[in-house]
């Protein structure tokens, strides 16, 4: 159960795009198409932002999108707005456990 | 409203237990399966434990196995986790979470509560 590889930090300009990676193992990430991704504010619950790999929750704009290849997946953030800066975590099934990265700081310059 | 409310937490010496609680409403709690993560002060978040809705089906991170047990009532609308031989390391806000309309907490985890800070040390 050792937890998915995500860059520490990643910063971008408002109106820039920016790409998180998440690298696991073919018994995470590789092995099934539930890999989520979590958005968390100083203090705040996480919060879901993409789900089955590439699914976005009501409510979530489509700024945010999320692929897979291979054991690593992306989480793509168009369009930078200052109230993107957060902590980003992705999470994946791994047959009767879950495994969630590091965690990365995004910082809208 | 979706409401996920933790309650329990508190300071315990090393070797101590505790049971945390979370109540749940504006949804089928019964129909539902529900997790408990964790966050380690300043640290990334960390799955701990599964339960099914019927409770039939029970999952567990190799570094609470044998410790800790979740269970839930759904006559309550409430999830619990017990926790023993408490160790520092166990210092974290633990968080109930659920798939909500996802369904399957395979896909992920839509609903959150706020979380209830439990530390370990004497």
């Known amino acids: 159960q050792s937890a998915l590889t995500q860059p520490r930090s990643v910063s971008g300009s408002p109106g820039q795009s920016v790409t998180i990676s998440c690298t696991g193992t073919s018994s995470d990430v590789g092995g099934y198409n539930y890999v989520s991704w979590y958005q968390q504010h100083p203090g705040k619950a996480p919060k879901l932002m993409i789900y089955d790999v590439s699914k976005r929750p009501s409510g979530v704009p489509d700024r945010f999108s999320g692929s897979k290849s291979g054991n690593t997946a992306s989480l793509t953030i168009s369009g930078l707005q200052a109230e993107d800066e957060a902590d980003y975590y992705c999470?994946?099934?791994?047959?009767?456990?879950?495994?969630f990265g590091g965690g990365t700081k995004l910082t809208v310059l | 409203e979706v409401q996920l409310v933790e309650s329990g937490g508190g300071l315990v010496q090393p070797g101590g237990s505790l049971r945390l609680s979370c109540a749940a409403s504006?949804?089928?709690?019964?129909?539902?399966?529900m997790n408990w993560v964790r966050q380690a002060p300043g640290k990334g978040l960390e799955w701990v434990s599964y339960?099914?809705?019927?409770?039939?089906?029970?999952y567990y991170a190799d570094s609470v196995k044998g410790r800790f047990t979740i269970s839930r009532d759904n006559a309550k609308n409430s999830l619990y986790l017990q926790m023993n031989s408490l160790r520092a390391e166990d210092t974290a806000v633990y968080y109930c979470?659920?798939?909500?309309?996802?369904?399957?907490?395979?896909?992920?985890?839509?609903?959150w509560g706020q979380g209830t800070l439990v530390t370990v040390s004497s």
């Open positions: 979470a659920s798939p909500g309309g996802l369904y399957s907490s395979k896909s992920g985890f839509d609903y």
């Open positions: 339960i099914s809705s019927s409770g039939s089906t029970i």
């Open positions: 999470c994946s099934y791994a047959g009767i456990y879950w495994v």
């Open positions: 504006g949804f089928t709690f019964s129909s539902y399966e």
